[in-house]
């Protein structure tokens, strides 16, 4: 057989695969959703635009949707949004947080170099929540790395604004505690490092939101930071009925320390939080700390973060918590340092 015969075989071969390719395609089942307008509140599990398969079959086909409008408020936790044909993976109990202690060689890695470029002495929250998913830390901070080499030097002015607003609160907070001596320099000192590192991670958020998630930091309100009431006569430990209080998950690092202070840590419960949250003090310095932050950023972020969907929705959804978040933490922070300096 000649090479120009075996070149006609392979090509009439290509054609009939071409064909049958055609033909199959041409026969795939379509699937059409229409909507005028989607509005939602709050995706807490799973917002599936299309159809939701248990498991990989022959229900694959051609999806098309047609939204007028779509708007999604808030993307809550591990929630996730999707369009056209997702594949539902059976949930696995993962971790919702990598902290440095319990982190892969390549996140302790992104963990020192975070740490290096911001000049702070531990890793923000935010980022130990994206660690969960390699990829988004890797992407996410290549992008804030980039921005903070380029804008640093607005970070002062940011600094110093929403520092001001600590220390008015900060003095508020000294009329409610009495002169009980409890000087601890050392649960000071790491106090002040934890704001340092809360407030540079709290004005890249604030850049991130911005960019990402236009119009979130205008539309919160100061319902959006509730707290609920702090339990007078507690069974629970301390820590706990905090958490419970602020509704975190996590307390910021200068309180995890706390069981190792025990009198420091009694003095902030019953002479300070417990008093200013009877009178819903707390939620006010919160929202005053929240407005004070806003109103001071004034940088322009160059994000360009490449994610699927699935952890797209992560990112912005943890964007979103701890842009809510910090200001409780640093509400926590100054409470430790009116106690214990």
Avoid: C
Avoid at 97 to 103: L, Y
Avoid at 229 to 234: D, F, R, S, W
Avoid at 289 to 305: H, K, L, P, T, W
Wanted: proline share 4%; net charge negative; aromatic share 8%.
């Amino acid at each position: 057989m000649s090479e120009l015969e075996q070149l006609k075989i392979e090509n009439a071969m290509l054609r009939k695969q071409l064909n049958e390719f055609i033909y199959y395609i041409n026969h795939l089942p379509a699937f059409e959703y229409h909507f005028d307008k989607i509005k939602v509140e709050k995706v807490k599990g799973t917002l599936q635009l299309g159809e939701l398969l248990e498991s990989d079959n022959d229900k694959m086909g051609i999806h098309k949707i047609f939204v007028k409008e779509l708007e999604i408020r808030e993307i809550e936790g591990t929630g996730t949004v999707g369009v056209g044909i997702t594949e539902k993976k059976a949930s696995k109990s993962k971790p919702d947080i990598i902290p440095p202690e319990a982190a892969s060689p390549t996140i302790k890695k992104h963990y020192e170099q975070i740490k290096e470029t911001l000049d702070i002495q531990v890793v923000p929250l935010f980022f130990q929540k994206l660690a969960v998913r390699e990829n988004v830390l890797e992407l996410t901070w290549e992008n804030l790395k980039r921005n903070w080499e380029d804008l640093h030097k607005e970070y002062p002015s940011f600094r110093e604004k929403v520092k001001e607003k600590l220390k008015k609160i900060h003095s508020v907070m000294k009329k409610y505690v009495s002169s009980n001596m409890i000087i601890r320099p050392d649960l000071v000192k790491k106090v002040n490092e934890d704001i340092e590192a809360q407030l540079k991670a709290w004005w890249l958020l604030l850049g991130l939101s911005n960019e990402m998630i236009p119009g979130f930091l205008h539309r919160l309100k100061r319902e959006d930071f509730q707290l609920k009431k702090v339990k007078l006569n507690a069974e629970e430990e301390i820590l706990t009925n905090i958490k419970d209080a602020y509704q975190l998950q996590h307390l910021p690092m200068s309180l995890q320390v706390l069981d190792d202070y025990e009198v420091v840590l009694d003095a902030l419960y019953t002479q300070l939080l417990v008093p200013i949250n009877k009178v819903d003090k707390d939620q006010e310095f919160i929202w005053e700390i929240y407005q004070g932050a806003s109103r001071a950023f004034e940088s322009e972020f160059n994000v360009d973060i490449n994610l699927d969907a699935e952890n797209l929705a992560f990112l912005l959804s943890n964007i979103m918590e701890q842009t809510k978040l910090i200001p409780k933490y640093l509400v926590l922070e100054l409470g430790v340092k009116v106690i214990a300096e």
